[in-house]
């Protein structure tokens, strides 16, 4: 008589430990595709935060250089030269001498900002990007320097701004030129950084330069 031998039954498979379906690989994916999502306002908004404070930065440094000027210049700022001028006679350039460090005169949020961006570029709009005030009220002229002490209610008067990438100007002679025009107030989330005649920066809020007071003028009253 033949007996049959039977194979052993086989056993179900197994999945090995610690490996993923393809439905559990692409609900993980979905899940840090979602917490990507959710933070990339915050980044983004850390980044922007970043650049304003850098630009914050870059005017009290700015400022610093501006009183070792005026300290050595009997309270004397800049002479005032713009568009048209020889580059070495605009504010910048005179300042350089006084430890001005290039990469300071420009916001990193400018959109004409690159890392080759010099004082020297032959297009106005990137040379800069900031905004000195002309101070119009003293009757300057192009040469004639501003002085300080002409200056009485120094804190509120906005010695320097920030213009629009779109501007070419060095100066900002209020009232004959419209700071609307020149000036780019809503660089940082809807705010603008400013830096004041004593020397303390600050940021403000759209429109806050030029309303309820005109912070570009030295006439307390307007």
């Given at each position: 008589?033949?007996?049959?031998?039977?194979?052993?039954?086989?056993?179900?498979?197994?999945?090995?430990?610690?490996?993923?379906?393809?439905?559990?690989?692409?609900?993980?994916?979905?899940?840090?595709?979602?917490?990507?999502?959710?933070?990339?306002?915050?980044?983004k908004n850390a980044r922007?935060?970043?650049?304003?404070?850098?630009?914050?930065?870059?005017?009290?440094?700015?400022?610093?250089?501006?009183?070792?000027?005026?300290?050595?210049?009997?309270?004397?700022?800049?002479?005032?030269?713009?568009?048209?001028?020889?580059?070495?006679?605009?504010?910048?350039?005179?300042?350089?001498?006084?430890?001005?460090?290039?990469?300071?005169?420009?916001?990193?949020?400018?959109p004409l900002f690159t890392?080759?961006?010099?004082?020297?570029?032959?297009?106005?709009?990137?040379?800069?990007?900031?905004?000195?005030?002309?101070?119009?009220?003293?009757?300057?002229?192009?040469?004639?320097?501003?002085?300080?002490?002409?200056?009485?209610?120094?804190?509120?008067?906005?010695?320097?701004?920030?213009?629009?990438?779109?501007?070419?100007?060095?100066?900002?002679?209020?009232?004959?030129?419209?700071?609307?025009?020149?000036?780019?107030?809503?660089?940082?989330r809807e705010k603008a950084?400013?830096?004041?005649?004593?020397?303390?920066?600050?940021?403000?809020?759209?429109?806050?330069?030029?309303?309820?007071?005109?912070?570009?003028?030295?006439?307390?009253?307007?």
């Amino acid at each position: 008589m033949i007996s049959h031998v039977h194979p052993p039954a086989r056993k179900p498979r197994r999945r090995a430990v610690g490996a993923m379906t393809i439905l559990e690989l692409l609900v993980v994916i979905a899940i840090i595709s979602l917490l990507a999502a959710l933070l990339m306002p915050s980044l983004k908004n850390a980044r922007q935060a970043g650049k304003g404070a850098a630009c914050l930065s870059n005017l009290r440094q700015i400022a610093m250089v501006l009183n070792i000027y005026a300290n050595e210049n009997d309270d004397l700022l800049p002479p005032i030269y713009g568009v048209n001028s020889p580059p070495d006679s605009r504010w910048m350039w005179r300042l350089r001498p006084y430890g001005l460090n290039d990469r300071v005169i420009f916001c990193p949020e400018d959109p004409l900002f690159t890392p080759t961006s010099t004082p020297l570029d032959p297009d106005d709009r990137k040379t800069h990007s900031y905004i000195l005030n002309g101070l119009a009220e003293l009757g300057l002229q192009i040469g004639q320097s501003p002085f300080l002490g002409d200056i009485s209610n120094s804190s509120e008067v906005v010695l320097l701004s920030e213009k629009k990438p779109t501007e070419t100007d060095y100066y900002l002679s209020y009232p004959a030129e419209d700071p609307d025009h020149e000036l780019d107030q809503a660089r940082h989330r809807e705010k603008a950084n400013y830096l004041f005649a004593d020397s303390h920066a600050q940021s403000l809020p759209t429109g806050k330069s030029l309303v309820p007071h005109n912070l570009w003028t030295i006439d307390p009253s307007d």
